[in-house]
Nanobody, 134 residues
Framework: HVQLVESGGGSVQTGESLTLSCSAS????????MGWIRQAPGKEREGVGV????????NLVASVKGRFTISKDNAKNILYLQMNSLKPEDSAMYYC????????????????????????????WGQGTQVTVS
């Protein structure tokens, strides 16, 4: 499994911005798709955005579209989540996840809300980074 380490979380005011990063251990970006999932206390995991193996930009769920941007630097093996105009409802633990190419279709569907995101939805998870918006 690829090793994932998130960074960039913090506490901000409503309307401010944060950029999350997910550094992946050396791997071929062509063999994995990646995404961001968040989970607030007492709530289910929620997909935020997903990017396929070949792209540098990806898709976001409706609740964050227009405010967040997901991107990937394939040369550096880093996944980003640029979050602008943050709202209190964006407060959550944010996780980076990666799935192997053959399982990318259901992984991407789950993150985009077509299915349910569970711990088993991805082969690799980071430890999470907390985002708090007040």
């Amino acid at each position: 499994h690829v090793q994932l380490v998130e960074s960039g979380g913090g506490s901000v005011q409503t309307g401010e911005s944060l950029t999350l990063s997910c550094s992946a251990s050396a791997y071929s970006h062509r063999r994995f798709c990646m995404g961001w999932i968040r989970q607030a206390p007492g709530k289910e995991r929620e997909g935020v955005g997903v990017i396929d193996s070949a792209s540098a930009s990806g898709n976001l769920v409706a609740s964050v579209k227009g405010r967040f941007t997901i991107s990937k630097d394939n040369a550096k093996n880093i996944l980003y989540l640029q979050m602008n105009s943050l709202k209190p409802e964006d407060s959550a633990m944010y996780y980076c996840a990666a799935e192997r190419l053959p399982l990318c279709p259901p992984f991407m569907d789950n993150i985009q809300g077509i299915g349910v995101v569970t711990r088993g939805s991805a082969a690799s998870w980071g430890q999470g980074t907390q985002v708090t918006v007040s």
